[in-house]
């Protein structure tokens, strides 16, 4: 188990279409799953921010997840995704159906929708080469935070907006 360095935007794999894991209960998946779970820890503790990590961002190029979201955590191993809706204010969609296999082999589908299920789909384009710049939608699709985050209350910043009355 280690912290690993998070790759940034320039390093050419984070451009890699990763490969399957074929073993999901050997040590060298686990080892990996540990470092992503260690690396978002100090990256959360240093940022202040960052609820998932894929494994290319630490510089393995597996389908790995490790996810964080308040206090649920846990590896997504070889996850496939499926969109049962799909929005096109954004280019990621508003419900997903993940299957997956976690650390004991055992298969898995979970169903997300709303920022879960935009956290899955950033961090599973990561896991096919794919960076949130290759899709931008609709006119202007480009913001500083900063800039974005003056413009957009809290619960609109980075999901679907919500319906408002006219």
Known sequence: MAVRHIRQLGDPILRVRCERVQNPKSAATRLIADDL???LAAAKK??????????????????????Q???????????????PELLVRVTR??????????LKGKQR????EGPMAELLQHEIDHLDGILALDRPS?????????????????????????????
């Open 138 to 166: 609709g006119v202007d699709p480009f913001a500083f935070r900063v800039e974005w985050e003056k413009l957009h209350p809290p619960e609109e910043r980075y999901g679907p907006p919500k319906p408002r009355e006219v």
């Open 109 to 112: 589908t979970m169903e997300a």
């Open 69 to 83: 979201m308040d206090k649920q955590r846990w590896t997504m191993i070889n996850p496939e995704i499926s969109f």
């Open 37 to 39: 779970r260690d690396s």
């Open 46 to 67: 240093k940022y202040k921010m960052g609820r998932a990590l894929a494994a290319p961002q630490i510089g393995a190029p597996v389908r790995i997840v490790f996810v």
């Open 93 to 102: 969609a508003h419900a997903v159906t993940v299957s997956y296999t976690d």
